[in-house]
C-alpha cells in the first residue's frame, strides 16, 4: 500500500520561512518524480515544484522559483520542499505527489497523492 504523508505546514509571517516534508512508503522511490502541488480556496490545485527519480532535475512554477527549493532523500524515501521569503498568497494546501518516470506538471499525470498539510502566511 502506497502511502504520502506530508508534515511541516503552520502559521507564519510574510518573509518568514517553512520546510515541509513529504514521507512515502509502499512505492520503489527511485522509480517515482515527486512533486508539490499547492490548492488555495476556491482555486484549482497549482503545480509547485517537482524532482524527477532518475537524474533529480528540478523544475518550478514561476510563482516560486527563486524562493522554494525541492529537494529529495532516496536512502530515507524523503521529499522536501524548502520555501523561504513566503508571500501571503502562497497559503494554501500543500500536497505531495508521485507518478513514475519523468515529472510532469498536470496533477491528473499524478496517481498518488498525500493528504497536504496548510500553509498559511499573515501579512
Known amino acids: 500500500q502506497v502511502r504520502l504523508v506530508e508534515s511541516g505546514g503552520g502559521l507564519v509571517q510574510a518573509g518568514a520561512s517553512l520546510s515541509l516534508s513529504c514521507a512515502t512508503s509502499?512505492?520503489?522511490?527511485?522509480?517515482?518524480?515527486m512533486a508539490w502541488f499547492r490548492q488555495a480556496p476556491g482555486k484549482e490545485r497549482d503545480f509547485v515544484a517537482s524532482i524527477s527519480g532518475r537524474d533529480g532535475g528540478t523544475s518550478y512554477s514561476d510563482s516560486v522559483k527563486g524562493r522554494f527549493t525541492i529537494s529529495r532523500d532516496n536512502a530515507k524515501n524523503l521529499v522536501y520542499l524548502q520555501m523561504d521569503s513566503l508571500k501571503p498568497e502562497d497559503t494554501a494546501v500543500y500536497y505531495c505527489?508521485?507518478?513514475?518516470?519523468?515529472?510532469?506538471?498536470?496533477?491528473?499525470?499524478?496517481?498518488?497523492w498525500g493528504q497536504g498539510t496548510q500553509v498559511t502566511v499573515s501579512s
Open positions: 505527489a508521485a507518478r513514475m518516470n519523468w515529472p510532469l506538471r498536470t496533477p491528473d499525470a499524478y496517481i498518488y
Open positions: 509502499g512505492l520503489t522511490f527511485t522509480r517515482y518524480s
